[in-house]
């Protein structure tokens, strides 16, 4: 949720207003414009000074929304800062709703998409100063992050950004994941070169790079992360079948091993699926709530339809479907398998990869 903060007369129009057109926004004013309607409306009075109000909103809310102006804003907030990564979107609104400005956590708060949400509802202006927003470029740190995609590591987001923003050679090599992400109306700038593999990007010698895959790079590959940001798309399906009452330690050992083995990232993995006769099987849910992946079942009457290499019928027998991992993990991914079938103790996996999309 956001809150929108006013202490003013126009103000108080301004976030009554945005308090009805934003569905995901909670109104605070002060009670010296009280309209009585308030408590009807689900709207906080407030009063004495507005900076008392801060502590509280600046921990309670992804966005925060001033109809104050941006001088007192900026020392408001200067105490409660911390971190980019985890502080809240702080976007300032002028006392006419003329402008729209994004104060603090412009990309990974949110505030920049924010600010020209609230900007097209007033029919302001919105005021950006981020560098790769205003040059319509890469942001590096929000690259990919609508698909789901991760980093491997921060380390290197703000040197790599600076030689986008800065117009120097920069390289971006994908083996996977969505490709549609540049939705910017301007071609792809000239400064920025795709690559068709990690060694033809490492003999460009670029300033920086932006890597995207689900693989382990190898020893000579990971040059390229010298000064490079390593981004992990969702694209690993996991078909697991297990026996019953297997622990949540089993599973989640053959997995790690498994995507050890075939040099595949955790970090790249989207689902976990099975067959409907597992759907409370408590190991199972647990790894997926841990790791935060999809959990999918099928009923053994979808896993049949789908041809498998490795049918059993010890498998039928006591599921009704010839096989669980394989067909699921096809199921799910639309493709090939990356390992058809691999029994491990008391687990079956099967691992597949969801080709480029888009």
Request: hydrophobic share 40%; aromatic share 8%.
């Amino acid at each position: 949720m956001n809150a929108v903060v006013a202490i003013t007369k126009h103000g108080v129009e301004i976030a009554r207003r945005l308090g009805e057109q934003m569905s995901d926004v909670h109104v605070y004013y002060t009670n010296k414009f009280a309209k009585g309607d308030e408590e009807e409306k689900g709207i906080h009075l407030f009063s004495g000074n507005v900076r008392l109000l801060v502590p509280s909103l600046f921990t309670s809310y992804r966005g925060l929304i001033f109809i104050v102006s941006l001088g007192a804003v900026v020392r408001m907030i200067a105490p409660h800062v911390k971190d980019k990564k985890t502080d809240p979107a702080v976007v300032v609104i002028d006392d006419k709703g003329e402008h729209v400005i994004s104060v603090l956590s412009g990309h990974l708060g949110g505030a920049n998409e924010l600010t020209r949400r609230i900007a097209h509802l007033l029919q302001a202006h919105p005021v950006i100063t981020t560098a790769s927003d205003v040059q319509k470029t890469i942001a590096v740190d929000l690259f990919g992050r609508s698909f789901g995609w991760v980093w491997e590591s921060d380390e290197k987001l703000t040197p790599v950004s600076a030689a986008v923003v800065n117009e120097q050679h920069v390289a971006i090599v994908q083996e996977s994941g969505e490709q549609n992400w540049w939705q910017y109306d301007t071609p792809l700038p000239a400064n920025i070169r795709v690559y068709p593999t990690i060694g033809a990007a490492l003999a460009a010698k670029p300033a920086a790079a932006l890597v995207v895959t689900h693989r382990l790079l190898t020893k000579e590959e990971e040059a390229i992360l010298q000064n490079g940001v390593l981004y992990r798309p969702k694209v690993i399906v996991l078909g697991i079948g297990c026996n019953r009452g297997t622990s949540a330690e089993e599973i989640e050992t053959v997995i790690r091993e498994t995507l050890t083995e075939l040099q595949f990232s955790i970090k790249s993995v989207k689902a976990l699926c099975t067959i409907d006769l597992k759907k409370d099987e408590a190991g199972l849910l647990e790894v997926a709530q841990k790791y935060g992946w999809e959990f999918v079942y099928y009923t053994a009457e979808q896993l049949n339809r789908v041809p498998i290499e490795q049918p059993s019928e010890t498998v039928f027998r006591y599921t009704g479907a010839y096989g669980v991992s394989e067909p699921a993990a096809k199921l799910y991914s639309g493709s090939q398998l990356a390992l058809v079938k691999k029994k491990l103790g008391n687990v079956t996996i099967s691992v597949a990869v969801i080709e480029k999309e888009g």
